[in-house]
């Protein structure tokens, strides 16, 4: 198996704020953390700068990695790239917030530099609704494999 980390990406409380169906994003990307924490599997959380805080809904404890970004790739964030490097990560698992922006620049970014990209399909979203569709479209063809919540959580 390859050495994956989960990626949760601005899930924040200002990024939360006007968007519909939150709860049950968070529920979702939660059954994946709680996966991830179940296998002692790590969990980077990322914060864009000036969101506000990790929305209280999401699980995240003090263990887990937590970094913050200026740019909407995760990969700007020199802190994110040294977890990286440390844990020897070849395969990322993706969640969070906006599937328009820092989550597909993530995923590109990840892509890119040569990782396996796990795109949880119904594990990100944004405010404009049709965007996640769109993304996991264009992110499939740029090569990330995409499974929804439940098929990552029953196939493992």
Do not use: W
């Not at 968070?26 to 924490?37: A, C």
């Not at 506000?52 to 404890?61: C, D, E, F, N, R």
Request: charged share 20%.
């Amino acid at each position: 198996m390859a050495n994956q980390v989960l990626v949760v990406i601005d899930i924040q409380n200002n990024t939360t704020a006007l968007l519909l169906g939150k709860k049950k994003i968070i529920n979702r990307v939660n059954s994946v953390i709680q996966y991830f924490k179940e296998n002692h599997l790590p969990i980077i959380y990322v914060k864009q700068s000036g969101a506000g805080k990790i929305h209280k809904g999401v699980l995240v404890s003090e263990s887990d990695y937590v970094i913050t970004k200026n740019k909407p790739s995760s990969f700007s964030s020199s802190d994110f790239c040294q977890i990286l490097d440390k844990l020897g990560a070849t395969e990322m698992v993706v969640t969070g917030l906006m599937s328009n922006a820092c989550v597909q620049a993530t995923s590109k970014s990840a892509l890119e530099k040569g990782y396996q990209v796990t795109l949880i399909e119904d594990g990100h979203d944004s405010i404009i609704k049709p965007m996640r569709g769109v993304f996991n479209k264009i992110l499939r063809k740029k090569g990330a494999n995409l499974i929804s919540c439940t098929e990552f959580i029953s196939d493992k």
